[in-house]
């Protein structure tokens, strides 16, 4: 079985920035897709962005140009890194892991608890 563990989320005003981080540990053999989802109230949960193990990322379009994803595989910690904060990036900010998969989808193997992000006006 395999734990995430995401830290960094809080509070913070519109224009600012977060850093979010993702551990992962347990039966780590190898981990190929990361990436980091959200969901806000009343809302479906939704792919933010996702990295290859070779470290190609994609994004959601709503988050292009603000927010970079890295990972450094030697500690299977993926990172978020959030500028320029809106408002509506206000949710659950939720990483995930899969030990197949090469590019992060919505069927991941295995998902962290989530850390609250919120951005006030």
């Known amino acids: 079985q395999v734990q995430l563990v995401e830290s960094g989320g809080g509070l913070v005003q519109a224009g600012g920035s977060l850093r979010l981080s993702c551990a992962a540990s347990?039966?780590?053999?190898?981990?190929?897709?990361m990436g980091w989802y959200r969901q806000a109230p009343g809302k479906q949960r939704e792919l933010v962005g996702g990295?290859?193990?070779?470290?190609?990322?994609n994004y959601a379009d709503s988050v292009k140009g603000r927010f970079t994803i890295s990972r450094d595989n030697a500690k299977n910690t993926v990172y978020l890194e959030m500028n320029s904060l809106k408002p509506e990036d206000t949710a659950v900010y939720i990483c995930?892991?899969?030990?197949?998969?090469?590019?992060?989808?919505?069927?991941?193997?295995?998902w962290g608890q989530g850390t609250q992000v919120t951005v006030s006006s």
């Open positions: 990295i290859t193990r070779g470290g190609i990322t």
């Open positions: 347990g039966s780590i053999f190898r981990i190929n897709a």
């Open positions: 995930a892991a899969d030990p197949r998969r090469l590019v992060a989808g919505s069927k991941m193997d295995y």
